[in-house]
Protein backbone atom coordinates (compact mmCIF):
# COMPACT_ATOMS: atom_id res chain seq x y z
CA UNK A 1 0.00 0.00 0.00
CA UNK A 2 1.45 3.56 -1.10
CA UNK A 3 0.10 6.69 0.13
CA UNK A 4 0.59 9.90 2.65
CA UNK A 5 0.68 10.65 6.40
CA UNK A 6 0.17 14.23 7.30
CA UNK A 7 -0.08 15.94 10.61
CA UNK A 8 -0.05 19.52 11.58
CA UNK A 9 3.54 20.03 11.58
CA UNK A 10 4.42 17.19 8.30
CA UNK A 11 3.99 14.93 5.38
CA UNK A 12 5.52 12.28 4.99
CA UNK A 13 5.26 9.47 2.18
CA UNK A 14 4.28 6.04 3.69
CA UNK A 15 4.25 2.54 2.02
CA UNK A 16 2.79 -0.60 3.84
CA UNK A 17 3.64 -4.20 3.24
CA UNK A 18 2.16 -7.18 4.39
CA UNK A 19 2.07 -10.87 4.31
CA UNK A 20 -0.62 -13.30 6.28
CA UNK A 21 -0.92 -14.60 8.98
CA UNK A 22 1.00 -11.70 10.71
CA UNK A 23 3.68 -10.06 9.17
CA UNK A 24 4.10 -6.84 8.71
CA UNK A 25 6.13 -3.69 7.52
CA UNK A 26 5.87 0.02 7.38
CA UNK A 27 8.05 2.87 6.45
CA UNK A 28 7.96 6.74 6.20
CA UNK A 29 10.25 9.04 4.05
CA UNK A 30 9.52 12.86 5.05
CA UNK A 31 8.56 15.37 1.82
CA UNK A 32 10.69 18.59 1.44
CA UNK A 33 12.48 17.22 5.32
CA UNK A 34 15.36 14.57 5.94
CA UNK A 35 13.48 12.14 8.32
CA UNK A 36 13.05 8.55 7.63
CA UNK A 37 11.63 5.40 9.82
CA UNK A 38 11.29 1.88 9.20
CA UNK A 39 9.01 -0.76 11.07
CA UNK A 40 8.43 -4.69 10.99
CA UNK A 41 6.82 -7.45 12.65
CA UNK A 42 7.54 -11.03 12.33
CA UNK A 43 4.87 -12.60 14.80
CA UNK A 44 6.93 -12.43 17.45
CA UNK A 45 9.53 -9.48 17.37
CA UNK A 46 9.51 -5.99 16.40
CA UNK A 47 11.84 -3.66 14.96
CA UNK A 48 12.01 -0.23 14.47
CA UNK A 49 14.68 2.24 12.91
CA UNK A 50 13.76 5.66 13.55
CA UNK A 51 16.10 8.47 11.41
CA UNK A 52 17.28 11.56 13.01
CA UNK A 53 15.47 10.73 15.99
CA UNK A 54 16.67 10.97 19.49
CA UNK A 55 13.98 8.61 21.35
CA UNK A 56 14.02 6.62 24.81
CA UNK A 57 13.27 3.10 24.64
CA UNK A 58 9.76 3.48 26.40
CA UNK A 59 9.06 5.46 23.24
CA UNK A 60 10.60 3.34 20.43
CA UNK A 61 8.17 0.63 21.86
CA UNK A 62 5.45 2.46 22.12
CA UNK A 63 5.93 3.70 18.22
CA UNK A 64 6.48 0.07 17.12
CA UNK A 65 2.70 -0.76 18.61
CA UNK A 66 1.55 2.00 16.93
CA UNK A 67 2.87 1.18 13.86
CA UNK A 68 1.83 -2.84 14.42
CA UNK A 69 -1.93 -1.27 15.20
CA UNK A 70 -1.55 1.03 11.51
CA UNK A 71 -0.53 -1.52 9.33
CA UNK A 72 -2.80 -4.78 10.05
CA UNK A 73 -5.38 -3.45 8.23
CA UNK A 74 -6.04 -7.31 7.11
CA UNK A 75 -6.28 -8.79 10.74
CA UNK A 76 -9.88 -9.04 10.72
CA UNK A 77 -9.88 -11.29 7.95
CA UNK A 78 -6.83 -13.00 8.79
CA UNK A 79 -7.49 -13.98 12.11
CA UNK A 80 -10.47 -15.67 10.54
CA UNK A 81 -8.99 -17.61 7.90
CA UNK A 82 -5.57 -17.94 11.06
CA UNK A 83 -4.26 -21.98 12.29
CA UNK A 84 -5.89 -20.84 15.64
CA UNK A 85 -9.70 -20.51 14.29
CA UNK A 86 -9.17 -23.66 12.34
CA UNK A 87 -7.40 -25.54 14.98
CA UNK A 88 -9.32 -24.33 18.25
CA UNK A 89 -12.14 -22.87 16.65
CA UNK A 90 -13.38 -18.98 15.41
CA UNK A 91 -14.08 -18.17 19.39
CA UNK A 92 -10.39 -18.64 20.14
CA UNK A 93 -9.59 -15.54 17.87
CA UNK A 94 -12.40 -13.77 17.28
CA UNK A 95 -15.69 -13.18 20.08
CA UNK A 96 -18.77 -11.05 19.25
CA UNK A 97 -19.18 -8.19 21.47
CA UNK A 98 -22.55 -6.75 21.90
CA UNK A 99 -23.65 -4.17 19.11
CA UNK A 100 -22.70 -0.81 19.80
CA UNK A 101 -23.72 2.52 17.61
CA UNK A 102 -20.68 4.48 16.32
CA UNK A 103 -20.88 7.83 14.99
CA UNK A 104 -24.87 7.20 14.34
CA UNK A 105 -23.57 3.51 12.62
CA UNK A 106 -25.27 0.53 13.99
CA UNK A 107 -22.09 -1.91 14.42
CA UNK A 108 -21.14 -5.41 14.78
CA UNK A 109 -17.98 -5.31 17.56
CA UNK A 110 -15.98 -7.70 17.07
CA UNK A 111 -12.93 -8.52 19.45
CA UNK A 112 -9.69 -10.30 17.74
CA UNK A 113 -7.23 -11.49 20.02
CA UNK A 114 -4.18 -13.82 19.33
CA UNK A 115 -2.26 -13.29 16.48
CA UNK A 116 -1.43 -9.60 17.66
CA UNK A 117 -0.13 -8.68 20.92
CA UNK A 118 -2.76 -6.47 22.03
CA UNK A 119 -6.90 -7.09 21.71
CA UNK A 120 -8.44 -4.89 19.16
CA UNK A 121 -11.84 -3.73 18.98
CA UNK A 122 -13.50 -3.86 15.04
CA UNK A 123 -16.73 -2.12 14.46
CA UNK A 124 -18.59 -3.06 11.21
CA UNK A 125 -20.80 -1.23 9.57
CA UNK A 126 -24.17 -3.65 9.56
CA UNK A 127 -25.20 -1.77 6.59
CA UNK A 128 -22.07 -1.57 4.44
CA UNK A 129 -20.34 -5.05 5.73
CA UNK A 130 -16.93 -2.36 6.40
CA UNK A 131 -15.04 -2.15 8.84
CA UNK A 132 -15.22 1.85 9.96
CA UNK A 133 -13.35 1.85 13.61
CA UNK A 134 -11.53 0.19 15.44
CA UNK A 135 -9.40 0.79 18.99
CA UNK A 136 -6.93 -0.58 21.27
CA UNK A 137 -5.02 0.34 23.71
CA UNK A 138 -1.47 0.11 24.19
CA UNK A 139 1.61 0.79 26.71
CA UNK A 140 3.89 3.99 26.52
CA UNK A 141 6.17 3.68 29.24
CA UNK A 142 3.81 2.37 32.35
CA UNK A 143 0.99 4.19 30.61
CA UNK A 144 -1.44 3.31 28.48
CA UNK A 145 -2.18 4.77 25.29
CA UNK A 146 -5.91 4.64 23.71
CA UNK A 147 -5.42 4.07 19.62
CA UNK A 148 -8.42 5.01 17.49
CA UNK A 149 -8.77 4.32 13.70
CA UNK A 150 -11.10 6.28 12.22
CA UNK A 151 -11.23 4.63 8.75
CA UNK A 152 -12.69 6.28 5.20
CA UNK A 153 -14.57 3.43 2.87
CA UNK A 154 -12.94 1.50 0.39
CA UNK A 155 -13.49 1.54 -3.12
CA UNK A 156 -16.42 0.86 -4.92
CA UNK A 157 -16.23 -2.59 -6.37
CA UNK A 158 -12.01 -2.99 -5.08
CA UNK A 159 -11.09 -6.33 -3.51
CA UNK A 160 -9.93 -6.95 -1.35
CA UNK A 161 -12.21 -4.36 0.16
CA UNK A 162 -9.71 -2.22 2.05
CA UNK A 163 -10.15 1.28 3.55
CA UNK A 164 -8.69 4.16 1.45
CA UNK A 165 -7.20 5.80 4.47
CA UNK A 166 -7.69 6.41 8.27
CA UNK A 167 -7.25 9.08 10.72
CA UNK A 168 -5.35 7.96 13.90
CA UNK A 169 -6.11 9.07 17.51
CA UNK A 170 -4.38 9.12 20.44
CA UNK A 171 -6.17 9.19 23.69
CA UNK A 172 -8.82 11.23 21.86
CA UNK A 173 -7.05 13.46 19.77
CA UNK A 174 -6.11 13.43 16.15
CA UNK A 175 -2.36 12.38 15.30
CA UNK A 176 -2.16 11.69 11.61
CA UNK A 177 -4.43 11.50 8.51
CA UNK A 178 -3.79 8.81 6.25
CA UNK A 179 -4.51 8.49 2.50
CA UNK A 180 -3.79 5.84 0.05
CA UNK A 181 -3.61 6.35 -3.55
CA UNK A 182 -2.46 2.42 -4.38
CA UNK A 183 -3.26 -0.78 -3.46
CA UNK A 184 -1.15 -3.70 -4.75
CA UNK A 185 -2.12 -7.50 -3.90
CA UNK A 186 1.01 -9.42 -4.92
CA UNK A 187 1.44 -13.20 -3.20
CA UNK A 188 5.21 -13.69 -3.93
CA UNK A 189 6.41 -11.34 -1.19
CA UNK A 190 9.41 -13.31 0.59
CA UNK A 191 9.64 -13.18 4.44
CA UNK A 192 12.87 -11.51 4.42
CA UNK A 193 11.11 -8.44 3.12
CA UNK A 194 9.92 -8.58 7.05
CA UNK A 195 13.33 -9.04 8.45
CA UNK A 196 14.84 -6.15 11.12
CA UNK A 197 17.40 -4.07 9.86
CA UNK A 198 20.98 -4.64 11.10
CA UNK A 199 20.99 -1.76 13.41
CA UNK A 200 17.12 -1.42 14.42
CA UNK A 201 15.87 -1.91 17.72
CA UNK A 202 14.57 -4.90 18.37
CA UNK A 203 11.40 -6.06 21.26
CA UNK A 204 9.55 -8.69 21.90
CA UNK A 205 5.83 -7.24 22.20
Known amino acids: IHGMASSTAVTCEL ?5 RPNLYALKTEGIGFKHTSAFGYNGQLGWFKPYLLNLSRDEVEFF ?10 AHLAWSYQSLGAAESGLKSVLEHSSDEQ ?17 LIHHYI ?13 VLRGTDLVSLEMH ?37 ML ?16
Open 64 to 73: MRVALFESSL
Open 125 to 137: DLQSHEEVYRRTQ
Open 102 to 118: WQGRACAVIVSRGLLPF
Open 151 to 187: FSPSEAGASPRLPMGYELYFDGTLHDTIAFDKMRSNR
Open 15 to 19: IMMAR
Open 190 to 205: FKSLFDAHSDATTVSL
